[in-house]
């Protein structure tokens, strides 16, 4: 079945540290994939997504994440962290489910980030 | 524009009450869908709609009911709400129902049931 695993469940930083926060997938076709970021009291927002062409794709708020097909991966990168990214991020695996797209999300990861 | 708007933010229900909570959108979007989020667990999905007057179960739709009478609006029920339904509800639209289209959530709607 398909699945999206997210291994850290919280993760802490300096500000000004790099970031990279690990998703692994499993999907039998190649997937659309999605991190989307929920900052506290607020709904889910889309930060980048791939689904063909160039494996490094670029997002918002300076963000970057890479597919990574022989690791089923695509971990979200941040050359430096600012106090503003703490937040929670998810992975998810866009599927086609008949009439419309599901999105199969992660559990989740927790960033918080030290002054 | 205000994107996916939804009421109440926050409620708590007794064991056995029913509540409506309500989702618009004004991006005219066609899909529209209704998530859970459970501490630790990703988003699942309850129902979706993929446009007026037609709807879908998704994932975990016991306990819930929807309408679809407009594009902008997509209501979710609970009847007789049960502990197990404490969560937090999160409304999301899309413009289609594509693998790869962008879904925009709600700010979600935190409800407690003792």
């Known amino acids: 079945a398909q699945s999206v695993t997210q291994p850290d469940i919280h993760i802490t930083v300096s500000e000004g540290a790099s970031l990279e926060l690990r998703c692994n997938y499993s999907y039998g076709a190649t997937p659309y994939l999605f991190w989307y970021v929920q900052s506290p009291g607020q709904g889910l927002q889309l930060l980048l997504k791939y689904f063909s062409g160039d494996t490094l794709v670029q997002g918002i708020k300076g963000f970057e994440a890479e597919f990574k097909r022989s690791q089923s991966s695509f971990n979200l990168r941040k050359p430096s962290v600012h106090w503003s990214d703490a937040a929670e991020y998810f992975c998810a695996v866009g599927l086609y489910g008949g009439a419309t797209n599901k999105l199969i999300f992660g559990t989740g990861t927790l960033l918080a980030v030290q002054p | 524009n205000a994107g996916v708007t939804q009421t109440p933010k926050f409620r708590i229900l007794k064991i056995g009450q029913s509540m409506t909570l309500q989702c618009t959108q004004d991006?005219?979007?066609?899909?529209m869908y209704w998530y859970r989020q459970d501490p630790g667990m990703g988003l699942k999905l309850i129902y979706y709609?993929?446009?007026?007057?037609?709807?879908d179960k998704g994932e975990v739709p016991n306990g819930y009911n929807v309408s679809r009478s407009t594009t902008e609006d997509f209501p979710l029920r609970l009847e007789l709400a049960a502990p197990s339904q404490t969560s937090v509800y999160f409304c999301?639209?899309?413009?289609?129902?594509?693998?790869?289209?962008?879904?925009?959530f709600g700010p979600g709607t935190r409800l407690t049931v003792l």
């Open positions: 709609s993929v446009g007026a007057g037609i709807t």
């Open positions: 991006m005219n979007h066609n899909y």
């Open positions: 999301a639209s899309s413009y289609r129902g594509a693998v790869g289209d962008t879904q925009y």
